[in-house]
């Protein structure tokens, strides 16, 4: 079945300091690949998306990397703010259709210290 | 405001009990799914939805079932509660085919079994 790997669980850095989130998927097919970010008691929302047809996405402090021949992508966050604290998960869909079952990697804490 | 309404956002019950989620997707989106997230742990997706069929199952239990009716809400059915089912369930929904991806979440309702 499909999963997603995601590393590291917990992330610690000083504020300013890059952030770099790693994750692997299994399903081949997949073609979409979001990230979301769940702050404390809220619900997760989408920060960053890219589909297998790009190899690299940026939007301001935040960008994504795809290998697709590796099955990876990565999360990279620059000058990093006290208010990127949260929990990052990453994603990966094979979207067909009506069909977009989106699997989650288990998250990583990021915590960033002023 | 994601668009995306769950009731209720809390509820206590006891073990061998059965409760009701509901969920109302955006306006407009035709797949609905449903995530559970446990303590610190991330996003299980259990079941997804799509114009009132049943499109993808993940890890959801035989005691768990949903449905999404034709005015596109939808409800999981969580009976036989055990302790271990407290947690966070989540509905998102999404226009489903030939969106982004993009899942809207809405806010939860939270499980507590006693």
Known sequence: GENVEQHPSTLSVQEGDSAVIKCTYSDSASNYFPWYKQELGKRPQLIIDIRSNVGEKKDQRIAVTLNKTAKHFSLHITETQPEDSAVYFCAACRISGGYNKLIFGAGTRLAVHP | ?114
Do not use: M
Request: with cysteine; hydrophobic share 30%; charged share 20%.
């Open chain 2, 1 to 114: 405001d994601s668009g995306v309404t769950q009731t209720p956002k809390h509820l206590i019950t006891a073990t061998g009990q059965r409760v009701t989620l509901r969920c109302s997707p955006r306006s407009g989106d035709l797949s609905v799914y449903w995530y559970q997230q446990s303590l610190d742990q991330g996003l299980q997706f259990l079941i997804q939805y799509y114009n009132g069929e049943e499109r993808a199952k993940g890890n959801i239990l035989e005691r768990f079932s949903a449905q999404q009716f034709p005015d596109l809400h939808s409800e999981l059915n969580l009976s036989s509660l055990e302790l271990g089912d407290s947690a966070l369930y989540f509905c998102a929904s999404s226009l489903g085919q030939g969106a982004t991806g993009e899942l809207f979440f809405g806010e939860g309702s939270r499980l507590t079994v006693l």
